[in-house]
T-cell receptor
Framework: KNEVEQSPQNLTAQEGEFITINCSYS?????LHWLQQHPGGGIVSLFM???GKKKHGRLIATINIQEKHSSLHITASHPRDSAVYIC?????????FGTGTRLQVTL | KAGVTQTPRYLIKTRGQQVTLSCSPI?????VSWYQQTPGQGLQFLFE???????NKGNFPGRFSGRQFSNSRSEMNVSTLELGDSALYLC???????????FGPGTRLLVL
């Protein structure tokens, strides 16, 4: 059983739509990471957060420590946002990854 | 600053051989972590090094090993390769442990 669960697994949206990707985890963590992986494999770290909310451009990440839940929001989605989004938590100092959400944004 | 670099980028080996992958972290970063990504298992943690010491190890057999040098560069070695070792191997660096990680482009290993 994976300690980090993401939903949905796949998501298709039209350009301009507001997108939400959810991440739940089963044990306490010190911080949660959101990563973006484009076709070809390159991974970019989007956020690392331990409480509240962080915003970077059109991306917003929130976390609720009590509920063990985090969300990644993309406002005004664009085709260049098409990628796999992965959440990860350090469990006993080892990053454990969710299975990822594959996002496709169409024109 | 230059990003994390990994060499080689692509590698083809046969079963039973061994392989060494290299990772050069961002200048000033002392923590290096290694990950394996496969279509079936997704991303999995291999090990983490900080100041030449292995701090954590994932659930991989002893065929997987690594080390970190005094300049923070790291290598990982896989001995007696198996078909299932075919994967994208990613390294990531951070200034210290449990901080935002910066990923390299990965080494894609194919075992035939």
């Amino acid at each position: 059983k994976n300690e980090v669960e993401q939903s949905p697994q796949n998501l298709t949206a039209q350009e301009g739509e507001f997108i939400t990707i959810n991440c739940s985890y089963s044990v306490g963590i010190s911080a949660l990471h959101w990563l973006q992986q484009h076709p070809g494999g390159g991974i970019v770290s989007l956020f690392m957060l331990s409480s509240g909310k962080k915003k970077h451009g059109r991306l917003i990440a929130t976390i609720n420590i009590q509920e063990k839940h985090s969300s990644l929001h993309i406002t005004a989605s664009h085709p260049r946002d098409s990628a796999v989004y992965i959440c990860a938590g350090p469990f006993v100092s080892k990053l454990t990854f969710g299975t990822g959400t594959r996002l496709q944004v169409t024109l | 600053k230059a990003g994390v670099t990994q060499t080689p980028r692509y590698l083809i080996k046969t079963r039973g051989q061994q392989v060494t992958l290299s990772c050069s972290p961002i200048s000033g970063h002392r923590s290096v972590s290694w990950y394996q990504q496969t279509p079936g298992q997704g991303l999995q943690f291999l090990f983490e090094y900080f100041s030449e010491t292995q701090r954590n190890k994932g659930n991989f057999p002893g065929r997987f090993s690594g080390r970190q040098f005094s300049n923070s560069r790291s290598e990982m070695n896989v001995s007696t390769l198996e078909l299932g070792d075919s994967a994208l191997y990613l390294c990531a660096s951070s200034p210290r442990t449990q901080e935002t990680q910066y990923f390299g482009p990965g080494t894609r290993l194919l075992v035939l």
